[in-house]
């Protein structure tokens, strides 16, 4: 018994308990139960208690009996566990401020009961979930929990992870709008956004980060709500051959919860793909992918190319930003199914001469009409240097490649914008 024998570490501030046999079926509550309460003698001075295997309500309560001036709580619950949430008797926790809470198979109604044993003075509160249960995503019974219940709540913060399976039905009907998106949620900065890894759908809930694109914006920026509500992004964490074949019913998944407005593509893709996914992402302002292949899993043919062009004259794109660039055509092919874009990023050139590079891609833009709206573009250098932008700015005012404009660097960045 661990706990009773914390009384003998008066200035004991943080426990993590862990089940260190990961490999056996064992519960280490079986041997060493708790007494249900602790006495006064009993008490500890533990302030961050995280108990990161599965507990039970009643391991849970004896744990706390013993940790009145917990303040910050983190524990892992399983909902197949049927215990009463009655027998939670939370009210010494006068301290606890934040709770971060991972739950399994468990009802949302059973959940929602869970946090409102928890009704003291919570700032944070941070949940990781996995269920098939899509109460979780009603932001209309999470506004009425918080209100109701944590009136002081500042940050919130949820993954809702759904393993995907083929004859999955949409979570909500995909005539309905986000709600999420309401006044609520985007006073707060609170917003939902979407993340395809390994089998899993994530629905995320967390404050608004300054996207890659806003280089003038201040990091505490008051933005309006309709800059908000255009802010639904999809994150693309995994391009294995089982997500990839498979791209059209997780994208048509997705978009049963909302539109998507910006998509990250984090891994290399193959330029069919990238293509598909392009055409049911109507509604794309941004794009940011780490790299394209003409010849993984196979190479594209010239028709195959011809065609995807002809399938991406939608594209609504005017921001977009590459990881990494290997050959001068690549950029080419980009330019070719986005030309509305005003801001164009490139982190890597790692075989390209960067002068050769810029020039031609200059040309490419002043030969072409289509690309009147470009007025940015920003490429990441580890060598990028004063003596480097001056070589830029004389080779654009030499060869006439720019009129008005100004090129800047800051740190490993340089900053090209005309008008």
Not at 2 to 26: A, F, G
Not at 27 to 48: C, W
């Amino acid at each position: 018994m661990i706990l009773p024998k914390l009384t003998q570490l008066p200035k004991l501030y943080s426990l993590t308990i862990e089940n260190i046999i990961e490999t056996c079926d064992i519960d280490v509550f079986t041997d060493y139960s708790l007494p249900t309460t602790a006495t006064h003698k009993q008490l500890s001075s533990i302030e961050h208690l995280i108990i990161k295997h599965s507990c039970s309500i009643e391991e849970l309560d004896s744990f706390l009996s013993y940790t009145p001036k917990v303040q910050r709580l983190n524990f892992f619950i399983h909902g197949n566990k049927k215990t009463s949430l009655n027998l939670l008797s939370l009210n010494h926790l006068r301290h606890l401020t934040s709770l971060s809470i991972k739950v399994r198979s468990m009802k949302f109604d059973r959940f929602e009961n869970l946090i409102n044993q928890f009704k003291f003075h919570l700032k944070t509160l941070s949940l990781r979930i996995w269920s098939r249960n899509k109460n979780y995503l009603n932001a209309y019974r999470w506004e009425r929990i918080i209100l109701q219940n944590l009136p002081q709540l500042e940050h919130f913060s949820m993954k809702y992870l759904v393993r995907f399976r083929n004859d999955d039905q949409p979570l909500v009907y995909s005539d309905e709008p986000n709600e999420f998106l309401t006044s609520f949620w985007l006073q707060r900065q609170w917003l939902l956004k979407i993340e395809i890894k390994c089998d899993f759908i994530i629905c995320i809930i967390d404050a608004y980060k300054k996207q890659w694109f806003e280089y003038d914006r201040q990091e505490q920026k008051i933005y309006s709500f309709e800059e908000l509500s255009k802010s639904r992004q999809l994150i693309i964490d995994d391009i294995s051959p089982k997500i990839v074949n498979n791209i059209h019913n997780y994208i048509n998944y997705v978009l049963s919860v909302m539109q998507i407005d910006h998509l990250v593509i984090q891994q290399k893709i193959f330029v069919d793909k990238l293509a598909e996914i392009l055409c049911l992402l109507r509604e794309l302002d941004s794009l940011d992918v780490s790299m394209i292949s003409y010849l993984y899993p196979r190479q594209v043919t010239l028709d195959e190319v011809i065609e995807i062009f002809r399938s991406t004259t939608h594209i609504k794109i005017t921001k977009l930003r590459v990881r990494k660039i290997r050959k001068i055509e690549e950029i080419n092919f980009f330019l070719a199914f986005c030309p509305l874009i005003k801001l164009l990023e490139i982190n890597e050139l790692p075989e390209i001469n960067v002068e050769l590079f810029l020039r031609s891609l200059l040309i490419e833009i002043r030969n072409r009409s289509k690309f009147q709206n470009l007025r940015l573009i920003c490429i990441q250098l580890p060598t990028a240097n004063d003596t480097m932008i001056l070589k830029l700015k004389q080779m654009i005012q030499v060869e006439n490649l720019l009129v008005d404009f100004k090129i800047k660097r800051i740190e490993e960045k340089f900053f090209l914008e005309w008008k």
